[in-house]
């Protein structure tokens, strides 16, 4: 593996990574606010899916609902499976 393709990508990425996270934290999410909760939900669940994997959004009635993600684990392309990106 050649490490500093690999930082330099993630720094080159750095800015987009820093907008997400912030998206995500800034968030508001109240204990109990089930409206709030569930957008929430939406939202990670559409940047999840952005990502390539399957989203199943799992009903709650007393609070927000649950995400469950998952990634396929064969190559999306003609790569060798140690070169494809973790998201």
């Given at each position: 593996?050649?490490?500093?393709k690999?930082?330099a990508y993630?720094?080159?990425?750095?800015?987009?990574?820093?907008d997400?996270?912030?998206?995500l934290v800034?968030h508001?999410?109240?204990s109990g606010d089930?409206?709030?909760?569930?957008?929430f939900?939406?939202l990670?669940?559409?940047?999840?899916?952005?990502?390539?994997a399957?989203?199943?959004l799992?009903?709650?009635e007393?609070?927000?609902?649950h995400?469950?993600a998952?990634?396929?684990n064969q190559p999306a392309?003609?790569r060798?499976?140690?070169?494809?990106?973790?998201l």
């Open positions: 593996m050649d490490y500093q690999l930082l993630f720094q080159a990425k750095q800015p987009e990574m820093l997400v996270i912030k998206l800034t508001e999410t109240p089930k409206p709030r909760l569930d957008a939900a939406a990670l669940a559409e940047r999840l899916r952005d990502a390539g399957q989203v199943e799992i009903p709650n007393s609070t927000g609902m995400v469950r998952t990634f396929d392309d003609n060798p499976a140690d070169t494809r990106p973790a």
